[in-house]
């Protein structure tokens, strides 16, 4: 079992009901072909580097999964045939870059409690 993580781009023009149901459509082909979801997060609306398609912004998520080799051609393959898909990374984690994920998704965690905890007060 191979640990991946997927950063992909939707385009800005949908609504956020549309782009999380994009976000759970992938999602779903992982988990449907054995895949384990280790983290996902939905970093939203940001500025491209360059033009896409003529869109300058669009939707950027990322997830984390574990599982066989043969699911990121799966996963690439539905990335291809969506159209709202502008750009899509699928790499697969060596044991140093998998130790830095979970060091980093910790740390977001932490600070993300910190800012709960500092609202509540």
């Given at each position: 079992?191979?640990?991946?993580?997927?950063?992909?781009?939707?385009t800005?023009?949908?609504?956020?009901?549309?782009?999380?149901?994009?976000?759970?459509?992938?999602?779903?082909?992982?988990?449907?072909?054995?895949?384990?979801?280790?983290?996902?997060?939905?970093?939203?609306?940001?500025?491209l580097?360059?033009?896409?398609?003529?869109?300058?912004?669009?939707?950027y998520?990322?997830?984390?999964?574990?599982?066989?080799?043969?699911?990121?051609?799966?996963?690439?393959?539905?990335f291809?045939?969506?159209?709202?898909?502008?750009?899509?990374?699928?790499?697969r984690?060596?044991?140093?870059?998998?130790?830095?994920?979970?060091?980093?998704?910790?740390?977001?965690?932490?600070?993300?409690?910190?800012?709960?905890?500092?609202?509540?007060n």
């Open positions: 079992m191979n640990h991946y993580e997927t950063v992909f781009i939707l800005p023009v949908l609504s956020d009901q549309q782009m999380k149901e994009a976000v759970e459509k992938f999602e779903k082909v992982l988990t449907d072909n054995g895949a384990s979801i280790v983290n996902e997060e939905i970093w939203g609306l940001r500025k580097a360059y033009p896409i398609q003529k869109k300058s912004t669009g939707f998520s990322l997830v984390e999964f574990d599982g066989d080799p043969t699911i990121v051609k799966k996963l690439e393959t539905q291809r045939r969506d159209e709202r898909v502008l750009r899509f990374l699928v790499f984690l060596d044991k140093y870059a998998k130790e830095y994920a979970d060091k980093r998704r910790n740390r977001v965690k932490s600070t993300a409690t910190v800012t709960e905890e500092a609202k509540e």
